[in-house]
């Protein structure tokens, strides 16, 4: 399959932190699609089976060979129990409560959660399938969710499967000990944090495994020149955040801003074949693609890695 160099993440659409309009939702896919994104990444996990909906009704009339879609497999969405009203969604998602999630990697639950994902978003087929945060699930995840994606792919149902996680080393283990096409790499291949590229990266490259980079801001410290917010979802520490202000200083000798390197960094390794970006608006989705259309000089590289700022 061919990708585009960056990809739509869409757990945004599905309410991610705060609620987005359908309008506006709607417009993030139309902004990134007219940009020249090709790849687009969902699961069920976001917004409870909300992100699902409104990317496959937004893509609705793109032509279908035009794009590769992905979703994910591992959490099955059943009605929650007890009686209304049941509040919001406890994952982070600001979405009513009507469902939740149940973790089930098995055969059955990965063709079900497939199956429930092509309704949603209202195709017959999709382009990627990844097991999604297998972390406490090694041994249902290998035995029994990969060898299920694995038949859908020899009988042409799916053209790729694989992996997605936030860490670095059970997504080796699955390239070592499995025939995944593809990893989506989430938070450990950054400007903060390159423990992908100790293991991981360099088995991809020799095995012809394709790398998704996700979470290349470390979930909002690298996303403005003036380094400030989370890193993986909590308050950044402080050497984190003095380190993430030295490479914005070196950023600009160079005429570069923080989070334009942040985008440009994992297509640097030739492993990396697309770098996924959330958005949540057209707006978002106009600045990442004016970040990503500015060449950033190889003499940056160069000084981060002078001053021990990347490897």
Known sequence: MRVSSYGFGAAPIGNLFSEVGEDTA??????AYEAGVRVFDTAPHYGLGLSERRLGAALAERPRDSYTLSTKV????????????????????????????????????????????????????????????????????????YPALADLRDQGVVKAVGVGMNQAAMLARFVRETG?????????????????EDELLPLCAERGVSVFAAGVFNSGLLA???????????PAPGPLLERARRIAAVCERHDVTLPQAALAFPLRHPAVATVVIGARSAA???????LTAKPVPEALWTDLAAEGLIP
């Open 26 to 31: 709607r417009a993030a896919v139309d902004a």
């Open 74 to 145: 591992g959490r099955l969405l059943v009605p929650a129990t007890g009686e209304g009203p049941f509040g919001r969604d406890d994952q982070g998602f600001d979405v009513p409560a009507d469902l939740r999630r149940v973790w089930d990697f098995s055969r059955d639950g990965v063709l079900r959660s497939l199956e429930e994902s092509l309704e949603r978003l209202g195709l017959d087929a999709v382009d990627v399938v990844l097991i999604h945060d297998p972390d406490d699930h090694w041994e249902q995840a290998v035995s029994e969710a």
């Open 180 to 196: 995944v096409d593809v990893v989506m790499l989430a938070g450990r291949y950054t400007l903060l944090d390159q423990s992908g």
């Open 224 to 234: 403005t020149h003036d380094p400030s917010g989370t890193y993986d979802y909590a």
């Open 284 to 290: 978002e989705v106009a600045r990442n693609a004016d």
